[in-house]
């Protein structure tokens, strides 16, 4: 029998009791049996013809997910182009609009999931056809992951100095922030710092949740007091979503350097008019920087 996994990271034992649960048994016996267990644990178990059902099943759930999110993630490079915020478009369109709510846009789709069940959903497909459409929607995914390192370098040439002499401060190494976790498997943010490391700047690591020794793994510099670290560094990037990430006091960034401060706000978590009014900052998110 198989029985694929759908449960949310951080929302695992919850989610075993409310979720419809997918089967698919080799035989029907195979099937009943593994239903009846099911159904001591949650209300709902959905029979499929076959494993193979169950399978590609659970493996349209995730690259459905990861395709929708590709598409906002698309926008963000047009709305580039005109300096302007993605997210505040998306919310537009969807304002009052009753069908097909288009996701929020963000830098890039980490974890082990989606990222995985798009390419073995591509991959599943025969030789008589071949389907490109999940494997279009990992690039998409994975060149936003690296849109922060674009605002850093355009930052870099606005106020005229050198992506090495920048120090930065990433805060959400975690895949996600909401729910929380501490999981660092496909994570964006852990990129993003080893792609500004390699170019030269001096860069530091927190996050909400993972401890110190999970980021030094990465092979990545953490820190303990954030709000320390903000003083000490001239460019801060928000890479998730976790709720203690809008709670930090930005305005000390850059206190013990007179140079010009980049806050990136990968999930809009801000408020970009108090940013803005602080002298010598810059505020970006996906699409729009600060124009000075």
Known sequence: VFAPERTLAGMALKELHTLPQLVGGVTPRCSERAARFWNTI???VVQLPSAE???????A??????ASFAFSNDLVHLADQYNLDVNELIRAANNGYPRDTIPVASPGVGGYCLPKDAILLNTSFDSNRVSELSKIAREVNESTA????????KYCVNVDMLVALTSVLVIGIAFKGEPETSDLRGSTGVKVAHCLSGEGATVKVWDAVATSEEINETGLQSVVDVQDALESVNIVLVMNNHRQNSMLDFSCLGKHTNKPKLVFDGWGLLDRKDIEALDGFYYATLGYMTNR
């Open 42 to 44: 949650t209300q709902t």
């Open 53 to 59: 059902g169950a399978e590609i099943a659970k493996l």
């Open 61 to 66: 759930n995730n690259s459905f997910r990861n």
């Open 146 to 153: 690296l849109y922060p390192v674009k605002v850093v370098k």
